[in-house]
């Protein structure tokens, strides 16, 4: 059993996840660079670069709330704005395999805004809660 995930917080579990995930992204992108420079121009490597450290930047997470509920809690997190929109996700995470684990990723509801009515009647999209799991109805088709 592992005994650092029988001490870890909610809190710690979601830091850690969120520190991990930046640094796999910037190890990806050193490891693309190093593949696409064999390959690309000096001019498209210059751009690629660019668009990889500001993709790096706009997907930074930072953890801004968390609830826990006993043996399960939501966190939110948030992203730098795209435009003028807050990026806004909420993980729903529990005890389980001897330690935290992510079982559900949802965004804030691109119909309602994160507001759950839409013309004073609830949202149909997320049914009035203001989130959404997107990539859970990929797996449904």
Known sequence: MNREADTQTAREFMESYLREKADLMKLDNKMRG??????????????????????????????????????????????????????????????????????CIESVCMNCNGSSKITGALCCICGGTGWKDYALERFKE
Request: hydrophobic letters at 35%.
């Open 34 to 103: 190093g593949f696409e420079g064999k390959f690309h121009s000096e001019e498209i490597m210059r751009h690629v670069s660019d668009l990889r450290r500001r993709n790096e930047d706009l997907n930074r997470e930072v953890l801004r709330e968390i609830e826990v509920d006993g043996g399960a809690a939501k966190a939110v997190t948030t992203k730098p704005p795209v435009g003028e929109r807050e990026i806004l996700l909420r993980y729903h995470i529990r005890m389980a395999e001897g330690g935290w684990k992510i079982f």
